[in-house]
């Protein structure tokens, strides 16, 4: 018998692991960039990173059921006659009638309505499912305009204008041909079929000065009634936040990397902007030096989860958080029900992320008119509302163990961070120090 | 001589002098006329660069601005008839849904972007990026227009009776784009088409409207989408 040396165990490489080695076969093989949807995949600092303290002999808490914890928060008392006034401090993001179907956008309104909050309209005009079914409905003005006319401007609540989103800060919209459907293709005023991308930049203001301007123009149009938000992607929060304060936002609203969006490169999702927890505490900051932190309300988004990340945010100085995926996962996007369709395309349910192929077995992300009847808008309204709820209850149980009997009087005090990349990011203790890295010159 | 001493004015006119009241009064006096209304003809004196003068108007009345307006002029134009009687800045007639905007003078940067419908009538020159985003309106420009105009066109027409600048058309859809003069050079997937019938025709039609004599439409060259780039195709990247 002859002696065989030990064997090691085959070593795949951490570097071109399966991801990355599959990804370049793709590549090879198609010549063209990975498209996709949804936000970073990527792990990243977080919310989890964060802890709440709660009372003790320092602090004492408040009754969880007997007292009260205020959740409701104003939006856009700067300048507007109609501020909004939201019962929670969570909205719905924007989507787009396009990326997004008839019944998922009506499903939207009516679960946002329900629990007394906003929806958002997005980059394909507002539909009459979600005005119909929203009581309270924010309406972008993207740099594309499509569907963009004075009716529906009149008839909103509040306008965003969107500069960019965190999935991909300096990039456009992007629906290609087998979503763009009659009704579609009229909305945007562009041929059946044809792939669409969006511009990237406004085409008639460039520019903080020439913001100012279109902001008053906005505002003349609609008669100084509605809030005007600006959304921006997060790239440089700090700046951004300020400047668009300084250009006369109402709301300045702030996306994470995780933010998701209907359809972009993979390579623009997971290597531009910064984490959401990376932009708070600079956007807070930027309110502050201007002396405007809650005259100007800020939202946050991307990769809000459950109350405890809405607590956390609110804690770091946030007025409102707006969530986009978690509303489609609790319309029904990615269930395991549609298990076998998820893997004839090739996915598994919370993998799929093929939006913009129109395929989507949940009947959210298509404009296919067999698949679009899976939603169904009553029922899915009535469990984003059931969502929102519970993620309302979450967060004020942490408040009221923190003592407090607002959420918004949460604050950076409440928090310690369970690694030093969050310490820093968030501007808060590492857990069992006193120590936030970069502050007091250490 | 002041604005106030034109002796055009029509005596029927409902006067706003914006020396004396304020823009917001201007816009939100336009905003409460209802179809019903007999103040059908305004006359807005001493606008001197303001900007968003006479925007979101909503019915079939006739403003004559007197003098040169800044940005946005004509916002979101909805069925009135507005006559700049000077230049305007960027973004004049920026989104209008319909009626009519005429500026008598020049129009900087972005005159008519992302415009849904009516028609713009520029006597003057145009900045660059006239016409960027269009989405169905008409733009006739007596003069000339410059650089990157036409950018990603959607619909609707854009007749230059001068010259364009460079890049016209870059990305294009299905609007018309018609040059009488030369063109400095044509943006990625904009090319020269052949006039048929059908075009001369409409663009007499435009010519009309706008009030434009003794020009022919024969006289034009048609430029619009060569379509290529319609559905994404990796041999197409050096395009871009």
Redesign the interface.
């Known amino acids: 018998m002859t002696y065989r040396n030990p064997p090691t165990t085959p070593r795949k490489s951490a570097t071109f692991d399966d991801y990355t080695l599959s990804e370049i076969r793709r590549a090879a093989a198609?010549?063209?960039y990975d498209i996709r949807g949804a936000g970073a995949k990527r792990k990243l600092p977080h919310f989890d990173d964060l802890l709440f303290l709660g009372a003790s002999i320092s602090r004492y808490p408040l009754e969880g059921y007997r007292e009260r914890c205020d959740t409701s928060v104003v939006l856009g008392s700067r300048h507007a006659k109609k501020p909004i006034e939201l019962k929670i401090p969570i909205t719905v993001a924007g989507m787009s009638f396009g990326s997004l179907s008839g019944p998922a956008k009506e499903a939207l309104g009516r679960g946002a309505t329900l629990s007394g909050t906003s929806t958002t309209t997005g980059d394909g005009g507002m539909t009459e499912e979600e005005r119909g079914h929203s009581k309270q409905l924010v309406y972008q003005y993207l740099p594309?305009?499509y569907g963009?006319?004075?009716r529906d401007?009149?008839r909103a609540d509040a306008i965003e204008v969107v500069v960019g989103q965190g999935a991909k800060p300096g990039g456009g919209g992007m629906l290609?041909?087998q979503k763009i459907s009659d009704r579609v293709a009229e909305m945007?005023?562009?041929?059946k079929?044809?792939?669409q991308r969006s511009?990237s930049r406004h085409?008639?203001?460039t520019g903080p000065d020439?913001l100012e301007?279109?902001i008053?123009?906005l505002r003349?149009?609609?008669?100084?009634e509605k809030p005007i938000y600006v959304k921006v992607g997060g790239a440089r929060p700090y700046y951004d936040t300020a400047l668009a304060v300084k250009a006369g936002a109402d709301v300045v609203v702030v996306d994470g990397m995780q933010g998701g969006t209907a359809a972009t490169q993979e390579v623009f999702i997971e290597n531009v902007g910064q984490p959401t927890l990376a932009c708070i505490r600079p956007a807070v900051q930027a309110l502050q030096d201007l002396g405007m932190h809650r005259k100007v309300q800020l939202i946050i988004s991307g990769g809000i989860r459950n109350g405890a990340d809405v607590a956390k945010a609110l804690a770091l100085g946030v007025d409102a958080v707006s969530i986009g995926t978690a509303a489609l996962v609790a319309l029904g996007d990615n269930d395991p029900r549609w298990e076998a369709e998820y893997n004839e395309l090739g996915t598994t349910a919370g993998a799929y992320d093929d939006w913009h192929e129109g395929r989507d077995p949940a009947g959210i992300t298509t404009q296919d008119p067999e698949l679009m009847k899976r939603v169904d808008p009553i029922a899915a309204g009535r469990r984003l509302a059931n969502y929102l709820k519970v993620m309302t209850l979450e967060a004020q149980t942490i408040a009221r163990a923190c003592g407090k009997n607002s959420l918004h009087n949460l604050e950076p005090e409440d928090l310690v961070a369970l690694t030093i990349e969050a310490a820093a990011m968030a501007g808060v203790p590492l857990a069992g120090t006193n120590w936030i890295p970069g502050k007091n010159g250490f | 001589m002041p604005a106030t001493s034109k002796a055009t004015r029509e005596s029927h006119a409902r006067v706003f002098d914006l020396d004396v009241q304020s823009l917001r009064e201007l816009n939100q006096a336009l905003h409460k006329l209802t179809p019903g209304s007999n103040e059908t003809a305004w006359e807005v004196l001493n606008p001197k660069g303001n900007h968003s003068v006479a925007v979101g108007v909503d019915q079939p009345v006739s403003i004559d601005v007197r003098g040169s307006v800044g940005y946005y002029c004509g916002g979101m134009n909805s069925g009135g008839a507005i006559t700049v009687h000077g230049s305007a800045g960027p973004g004049v007639g920026e989104n209008m849904m319909s009626g009519s905007i005429v500026v008598k003078g020049d129009a900087s940067q972005y005159a008519g972007a992302t415009g849904k419908g009516g028609l713009l009538v520029i006597e003057g020159n145009a900045s660059s990026r006239c016409g960027i985003s269009m989405k169905g309106i008409d733009i006739v420009v007596h003069g000339n227009i410059g650089h990157m105009s036409a950018f990603m066109a959607q619909s609707g027409n854009l007749v230059v009776l001068g010259d364009a600048g460079d890049a016209l058309g870059d990305s294009i859809y299905e609007a018309r784009l018609f040059v009488r003069g030369k063109v400095d050079s044509l943006g990625a997937d904009c090319i020269a088409k052949e006039m048929r019938p059908e075009h001369l025709e409409l663009l007499q039609g435009l010519l009309d409207r706008a009030g434009v004599t003794g020009v022919k439409p024969s006289e034009f060259k048609r430029y619009g989408s060569a379509r290529t780039l319609y559905n994404f195709n990796i041999d197409n990247a050096d395009a871009y």
């Not at chain 1, 003349?220 to 100084?224: A, G, R, S, V």
């Open positions: 198609t010549g063209i594309s305009r963009m006319n004075l401007l009149r290609l041909g945007r005023t562009l041929p079929g044809i792939d511009a085409p008639d203001w020439d301007i279109k008053l123009e003349e149009i609609t008669d100084w």
